[in-house]
C-alpha cells in the first residue's frame, strides 16, 4: 500500500523556517517524482514544488522561489521542504503527492497524496 506521511508543519511567525517531511513507503521511491501542494482556506490547491527521481530536476511556484528548497533522501524514502522567510500567505495545509515519473503542475495527475501538515504564518 502506498503511503505519503507530512511532517514538520507548526505555527510560526512571519520572517521564520519550517522543514517539512514527506516520508514514503509501499512503491518504489527512486522511480517517482513527488510534489508539494498547498490549498489554503478559501482557496484553489496551489502547486508549490517538485523533485524530479534523481533529484537534479527542481521546480518551484513563483510565489516560493529563493525561499523554498525541495530536497529529497532516497535512502530514506524522504522529500523535505525547506521553508525560508515565511509569510502569513504561506499560511496552507501542506500536502505531497506522487504517482508521477516526472513533475506535473496539476493535482489532478497524480494519485497518491498523503494527509496534509497545517503551516500557520503569525504576522
Known amino acids: 500500500e502506498v503511503q505519503l506521511v507530512e511532517s514538520g508543519g507548526g505555527l510560526v511567525q512571519a520572517g521564520g523556517s519550517l522543514r517539512l517531511s514527506c516520508a514514503a513507503s509501499?512503491?518504489?521511491?527512486?522511480?517517482?517524482?513527488i510534489v508539494w501542494f498547498r490549498q489554503a482556506p478559501g482557496k484553489e490547491r496551489e502547486g508549490v514544488s517538485c523533485?524530479?527521481?534523481?533529484?537534479?530536476?527542481?521546480y518551484y511556484a513563483d510565489s516560493v522561489k529563493g525561499r523554498f528548497t525541495i530536497s529529497r533522501d532516497n535512502a530514506k524514502n524522504t522529500v523535505y521542504l525547506q521553508m525560508n522567510s515565511l509569510k502569513p500567505e504561506d499560511t496552507a495545509v501542506y500536502s505531497c503527492?506522487?504517482?508521477?515519473?516526472?513533475?506535473?503542475?496539476?493535482?489532478?495527475?497524480?494519485?497518491?497524496w498523503g494527509q496534509g501538515t497545517q503551516v500557520t504564518v503569525s504576522s
Open positions: 509501499g512503491f518504489s521511491f527512486d522511480d517517482y517524482a
Open positions: 503527492a506522487t504517482g508521477r515519473h516526472i513533475c506535473a503542475n496539476n493535482g489532478r495527475l497524480y494519485t497518491n
Open positions: 523533485i524530479t527521481t534523481t533529484g537534479h530536476g527542481l
